[in-house]
């Protein structure tokens, strides 16, 4: 189980006194009798993939030095080859293997500069600010964004910025006004690009594709040039996305971030850069990107070795192959993620599209059923529910306490509550962490996952009446919210 933990940031790490991390979650499968739909926010390893990432593991155990070096090159190969079968991949696709999304998010700037030169000024502009990963903006100027780094561990001193990642620009664009209303972040991004190409400026434009809320931009602009004018990323980090749609931002020479630790549910976390051939073909041709120190242990060198870079990238990874270290807990959560998408491969497109849409329409349904509970928006596979208080909405600070006590048996908490409430307050459920949405409420989350899909799928009613579980809670912990918050629990 620490192994999984290995090789990620400070969201990765278990508190010794709870034994969870900052999602309440530990890197073992919850209970059977347990409910999870947080597949939004953070995973614990399903049972499909943790017995995968232990098989991967005692292959690896024992193994040293070079042997482990060469051990580990080959998972991450033959991961890269499933990963491309799986997302049926365009030939000359390339992946990058990354810890998590948000440290993708250098992968671009590093693009970019090997694309450019280092005399140009690179600016990048980030869509759905609080509805992304609170590290993706600092990290798309090259900021650090966790007090701990892969393979280095916890940050020293005072730098902020990774090496070689100096003299960024950037800005950022709210998912939504103060009202809760949905920004368009599509036409922010278009005037951000007009600015930057009047004054000479090279931009990373970003588009998101499925926000915590799942949220999607209204479009998503291309590379233009081949990436030699502008550079486009879509954000797909959820993995809430049909072939087609990832087809056509490849196909208008787009990179994209993906994730395997959202939908697909392999504990946090593994990403992913999908590099579309076009960019990919002029990558393999150019040198290593300056300043070299990008690539140090203070700079890309923290986050990744050669054994993570494709064929494209060569030239990086001779620069990161100086060390000899591995990132074995990355290769496990991959393998445990790729577990979840394989269970999934046999269902066609259409097939999963109908069940998602119909899991969402009935639960959104189940929720507005309950008198203190309001599904605010429902976005493809996550569903966000506002919970009411009295007059108003709890706030984002109630919610926490909500999603802790979520996780709990809190009935014995509630002397006054009813036998049917007693029993809902004793499951432990697991749902989507609080986002803050607007200054009137926040909203926590019911999330589709890979393998609650896979249920639906083999036996709707079972899965539903679990969601139904995770419905009744939510409406009792709201019920009681003063009494099981004066119980300082």
Not at 178 to 187: C, F, K, L, M, R
Not at 381 to 401: A, F, N, T, Y
Request: aromatic share 6%; charged share 25%; with cysteine.
């Amino acid at each position: 189980e620490a192994s999984l933990t290995l090789g990620g940031d400070d969201r990765s790490l278990i508190k010794t006194d709870v034994r969870t991390n900052k999602y309440h979650i530990k890197p073992v499968p919850i209970e059977s009798t347990s409910v999870f739909r947080g597949s939004c926010t953070g995973n614990p390893p399903t049972q499909r993939g943790y017995d995968a990432a232990m098989e991967l593991f005692a292959k690896l155990e024992g193994l040293e030095g070079k042997d482990l070096c060469s051990a580990v090159q080959d998972v991450y190969d033959d991961q890269r080859s499933r990963l491309s079968a799986l997302l049926n991949l365009p030939e000359g696709t390339e992946v990058v293997l990354c810890p998590s999304g948000s440290d993708a998010e250098y992968i671009p700037i590093a693009i970019a500069r090997a694309l450019k030169g280092d005399d140009v000024h690179i600016t990048n502009g980030i869509t759905q600010l609080s509805e992304i990963g609170a590290g993706s903006a600092p990290a798309s100027v090259g900021k650090y964004f966790s007090t701990h780094v892969p393979l280095v561990g916890r940050l020293s001193g005072e730098r902020e910025v990774l090496s070689g990642f100096e003299n960024l620009g950037g800005i950022t664009v709210s998912a939504r006004d103060n009202e809760g209303s949905v920004i368009d972040a599509a036409a922010e991004m278009d005037k951000f690009a007009e600015e930057a190409f009047a004054r000479g400026a090279y931009p990373i434009i970003h588009g998101v594709f499925g926000g915590k809320t799942g949220l999607r931009d209204s479009k998503f602009a291309p590379s233009l040039d081949g990436g030699d004018k502008s550079l486009s990323v879509v954000d797909a980090c959820q993995g809430r996305f049909s072939t087609d749609e990832l087809h056509e931002w490849l196909n208008q020479d787009s990179l994209v971030l993906f994730t395997a630790s959202k939908f697909y549910q392999a504990p946090p976390f593994c990403g992913a850069v999908l590099i579309p051939k076009a960019i990919a073909d002029k990558l393999r041709g150019s040198p290593a990107p300056r300043p070299h120190t990008m690539f140090d242990a203070e700079g890309l060198g923290g986050f990744l070795t050669e054994k993570e870079m494709p064929p494209c990238l060569q030239s990086w990874g001779e620069m990161l192959g100086q060390e000899r270290r591995s990132n074995v807990g990355l290769a496990l959560r991959w393998e445990a993620g790729l577990a979840g998408m394989e269970a999934l491969a046999h269902v066609p497109d259409d097939v999963r599209i109908a069940a998602v849409d119909n899991w969402a329409g009935t639960v959104s349904n189940m929720v507005n059923g309950e008198d203190n509970l309001d599904a605010w928006c429902t976005e493809r596979s996550i569903v966000s529910i506002r919970v009411q208080k009295g007059d108003g909405w709890l706030s984002m600070g109630e919610l926490r306490d909500l999603y802790r006590w979520m996780s709990m048996d809190v009935s014995g908490l509630v002397p006054d509550a009813t036998a049917e409430e007693k029993e809902a307050l004793s499951q432990a459920t697991y749902i989507g962490q609080p986002v803050h949405v607007s200054e009137s409420h926040a909203i926590v989350r019911i999330a589709l996952g890979v393998e609650s899909l896979v249920s639906y799928l083999d036996n709707s009613n079972t899965t539903l009446e679990e969601d139904q579980a995770v419905v009744k809670k939510l409406a009792a912990i709201g019920k009681h919210f003063a009494v099981l918050k004066d119980s300082g629990h």
